[in-house]
């Protein structure tokens, strides 16, 4: 079974920058895709970004993107998501996801598409 483990979350000022990680571990092989979701107080999740595996293709949501990047590192079976120019509205929880799947392209930003997901880390952007 995979488990995700993300760290990097915190507090910072707007404009300030924060990199979350998210380790997987405990299957053979590498996931598929892996993604980084979030979920504000009030709203539904969303996807800010993702990444395939074996082409490095990503996804970044029109809301953050020129600010957020999102990458892998392959021999570590880590992602990361890089946050700069954080505003206010950045603020939510941010969950680790994995597909062990063959995700197409256009299937890269929805939930359904990741089979395991890590406990959230809370990103709060306030002066």
């Known amino acids: 079974q995979v488990q995700l483990v993300e760290s990097g979350g915190g507090l910072v000022q707007p404009g300030g920058s924060l990199r979350l990680a998210c380790a997987a571990s405990g299957r053979t092989g590498s996931p598929s895709a892996m993604a980084w979701f979030r979920q504000a107080t009030g709203k539904e999740r969303e996807c800010v970004a993702a990444?395939?595996?074996?082409?490095?293709?990503?996804y970044t949501a029109d809301s953050v993107k020129g600010r957020f990047t999102v990458s892998r590192d392959r021999d570590k079976n880590t992602v990361y998501l890089q946050m700069n120019s954080l505003k206010p509205d950045d603020s939510a929880v941010y969950y680790c996801a994995a597909s062990s799947g063959s995700p197409i392209v256009s299937s890269l930003s929805h939930a359904w598409t990741y089979d395991t997901w890590g406990q959230g880390t809370q990103v709060t952007v306030s002066s």
């Open positions: 990444i395939r595996w074996r082409d490095r293709y990503t």
